[in-house]
Structures are given as structure tokens and as C-alpha cells.
């Protein structure tokens, strides 16, 4: 997608014009820096007002789509040092770009004598016009190295930072345009700001990065494309396609049988997590709702009957079995909200199914620690018992060792005590 071709989200424009304005106030020196990318032009030369009018518009639009092309350029690949407020960005020795205004590199901006508020409040915009606009950012080439830690962090702590920096913002959303503080002059701005949610954002950032569930789809992509050897000459969209794969049932419920197996190998070996894989599926089944041609995708896989997929595979039939999760027979139509339904409800039982086998691992691992413990104690039980030694100094003579845990007889106990009572 071209860079006029991106839709400039609504919030983009409001947080702006206070992030710009608050800048030119806290940092009245960068002014002549801003005015050249900021500052409306005046127009006297036109005297028709609503030529005037347009041309005020046209120009304000041009500034606006010049500054959002230029945060979609600089901020993904800061994506974690924004998210989690790395000041490590803004060192002197850092060569990261920090160019998150045009012209204006914020790790000069951080030498300032400024204060920790003031600071704060620079991260919580930074933050803001990140989370604006990742939802326009349509390629991981735009994240530079930081796609690699996509990979790396786990989903459900990147998911709980995602949550915590957008409940972090509500009090910044709350002032904007209330309450005249630091580096704010009039609050004229518009409060109202409405960002995406952490489900949205790590949707779309999964689902642009691949995820699992695309890398393996690429891969049986791959393996499954030539089995067909279907003739595509002729086919124009999604409908043409599904219809000639449905023009041979024996071929493609082969191939369906071989992605199950795919699917049942890399669970078993572990190169894949049943409840990542659902979760995801979930997710791409909620976009799916709304997707062009889908009632007649629907249509043609409510003939096909496929309620109860999965064969034999007990762990897989729930993955394989799409047509069944809708409950669909034959001649009906794909409900994807009974679906979504089926599929949240699914992932909510594999994660306990998870829970469960981590607290069973869990119990025996502590099993077998408190064996190794009690053997290890009693390896280290002396092989002379106390009375033995007792016996050996009070008399010198060397006796037998008893069996580990056999307590002498009180006869010989006694006896002992007697002879020394004669000496």
C-alpha cells in the first residue's frame, strides 16, 4: 500500500495537535523547526473565501498525511523502546533514531533540564501515537530487527504490557484538553481519543508478523499445492477456486487427512502448542466474520456436508472439524458466531487441560524431590549405632556390628552396666 493510500486514522490528527503543541510550548526553541512542517499557510492571495477555505483544508490535510508518514517510518522499529519506556534510546552515545517529530531528535530533547512529569507525559504521547497508528503499519519489514522479538517475547505478558500502557493513558486522555499543566497553554483540544484495544493490537501484529498458525499454513501450503495440481486457468476469486477444489471430494478430503496429520506431528513433537494455535485460530475466525465473499465460502462448504472431521484424532478433531464446530449439516449455511463461539470455548478448556498437566508435572517433580531427599538422608545415617559406640568406649572390646535400626536387648545392656560397676 502506497503512502497515500493509507487511511490516517481519526485519533492520529486529535493527539497531534496537543503532542505538537505541547512540545512547541516546553521547547520553545524547536518553534522555527516545527513551523516548517506545521505552520498553516495563509492564503491572502486568494480573495474567494471558499476557495480560501478549501485551500486552508488541503494544506492542513497535506501537513497531517507528510506527519503520519513520517511516524510510520520512525516509530514501529522503536516498538519495544516506546512500550516499555527504554531511556536507554536517549543516551548520548545511542545512534538509534529518536526522530519521533520531523527534525526534532527527542534524545536532545531528553538532555534537557526538564522534569520528571514532563518526561513522563513525553512517553505517554510517544506511547499514544505508537498504538495510533501500528494498526496502518501493513508489513514487518516496517519493524526493522524488532519482528525478531516479536517472536522471542511470550504473547501473554507483550498482550498484559499491552493492557497496562493503555490503562497507564487513561489519565492523559482524561486531561487532554481539561486541564491546562506543564507545557500545555489553553486546553482546546479534544478529549476524546479512542485507541485500539491490546486484542486488536496483538492481533494485528501477529497476524502481520505470520504467527504460528500462518507459518504453518505457509507450510502445508507449500506441501499440499502441488498434490492437487489443479487448473487454475480461468478462475477469477475465491468462489472459482472452492469450486474446483470441490469438483474432486477424494482429493481434497486427501488433503484435508494430510494436514491433520501434519498438525498431529508437530503437536506431538512439540514444535507447536495446541492452545497458541486455537487462540489464534479464534482470533482469524472473529476477522473472518466480515470478510468479502464469505457467505458464498459459507454456502459452498454447508454443501459439503463435513460435520465431524478429524477422523480418528481426538486431539485434532476439534482443529480439523470447521464445519463441525458451526454444527453443520448438510445444505446449511456456516454460522461463523456458533464458530467463534465453539472455538473460545474450545481454547478455554485446552488452556485448562494445560494448567492441569503443568500442576501434574509440577506435583511430580516435588514427588521425586522429597524421594531423593529421603534417601539422601538416609544414606547419611552412621552405620554404628549410638549404643554400639557407647559399648565400644566403655568396654574396648570391638563388637559386632547390628543391622542398621536394631536396638540391643535390654539384657545386655544391663550386663555391661554391671561389669562396669565391678571394676
Not at 512517553?123 to 526493522?144: H, T
Not at 487448473?231 to 476469486?237: I, S
Request: hydrophobic residues 35%; aromatic residues 6%; proline residues 4%.
Amino acid at each position: 500500500m502506497s503512502e497515500e493510500q493509507r487511511e490516517i486514522p481519526e485519533e492520529f490528527t486529535k493527539i497531534m495537535k496537543d503532542f505538537v503543541s505541547d512540545i512547541s510550548i516546553t521547547f520553545p526553541e524547536y518553534q522555527p523547526i516545527i513551523d516548517k512542517w506545521w505552520k498553516p499557510k495563509s492564503f491572502d492571495d486568494i480573495e474567494d473565501e471558499d476557495a480560501k477555505t478549501q485551500a486552508l483544508v488541503t494544506d492542513a490535510q497535506e501537513k497531517i498525511r507528510y506527519l503520519f508518514n513520517h511516524c510510520i517510518g520512525v516509530y514501529p522499529e522503536r516498538f519495544f523502546d516506546i512500550l516499555y519506556q527504554k531511556v536507554e534510546i536517549f543516551d548520548n552515545e545511542s545512534s538509534m533514531n529518536t526522530e519521533f517529530l520531523p527534525g526534532i531528535s527527542f534524545k536532545y530533547l531528553w538532555q534537557c533540564d526538564i522534569s520528571d512529569k514532563t518526561r513522563e507525559t513525553i512517553w505517554k504521547y510517544l506511547q499514544m501515537v505508537l498504538i495510533c497508528i501500528i494498526g496502518s503499519v501493513d508489513n514487518k519489514e516496517a519493524f526493522g530487527d524488532t519482528s525478531k522479538l516479536f517472536e522471542a517475547i511470550n504473547e501473554e505478558e507483550f498482550k498484559g504490557k499491552l493492557e497496562k500502557t493503555l490503562e497507564g493513558m487513561q489519565g492523559l486522555f482524561e486531561n487532554l484538553g481539561k486541564t491546562p499543566g506543564e507545557g500545555e497553554e489553553n486546553g482546546e483540544s479534544e478529549p476524546s481519543i479512542n485507541l485500539p484495544s491490546a486484542d486488536d493490537i496483538h492481533g494485528h501484529i501477529n497476524g502481520m508478523l505470520g504467527g504460528k498458525l500462518g507459518d504453518l499454513a505457509r507450510e502445508i501450503a507449500e506441501e499440499t499445492t502441488q498434490n492437487l495440481n489443479i487448473d487454475m486457468e480461468g478462475v477469477t476469486d475465491a468462489k472459482d477456486v472452492f469450486q474446483k477444489l470441490f469438483s474432486n471430494p477424494g482429493k481434497l478430503m486427501s488433503m484435508v487427512k494430510n494436514v491433520s496429520d501434519k498438525l498431529d506431528q508437530k503437536m506431538r513433537s512439540g514444535d507447536i502448542n495446541k492452545n497458541e494455535l486455537m487462540t489464534e485460530a479464534s482470533e482469524m475466525l472473529n476477522k473472518m466474520k466480515n470478510m468479502p465473499g464469505m457467505p458464498n465460502i459459507q454456502e459452498l462448504l454447508g454443501k459439503m456436508g463435513m460435520g465431524g472431521a478429524g477422523g480418528g484424532m481426538p486431539d485434532l478433531a476439534d482443529l480439523a472439524g470447521l464445519a463441525g464446530m458451526a454444527g453443520l449439516g448438510r445444505n446449511t449455511k456456516l454460522d461463523t458466531n456458533a464458530m467463534q463461539q465453539r472455538m473460545d470455548k474450545l481454547t478455554k478448556q485446552q488452556a485448562m487441560k494445560e494448567r492441569m498437566r503443568k500442576n501434574m508435572e509440577a506435583k511430580q517433580i516435588a514427588k521425586l524431590a522429597a524421594e531423593a531427599n529421603a534417601a539422601a538422608s538416609q544414606s547419611q545415617k552412621p552405620a554404628i549405632t549410638d549404643e554400639e559406640l557407647f559399648a565400644i568406649f566403655s568396654t574396648g572390646e570391638t563388637v559386632e556390628r547390628t543391622p542398621r535400626g536394631t536396638t540391643p536387648s535390654g539384657d545386655n545392656v544391663g550386663k555391661k552396666k554391671k561389669k562396669k560397676g565391678g571394676k
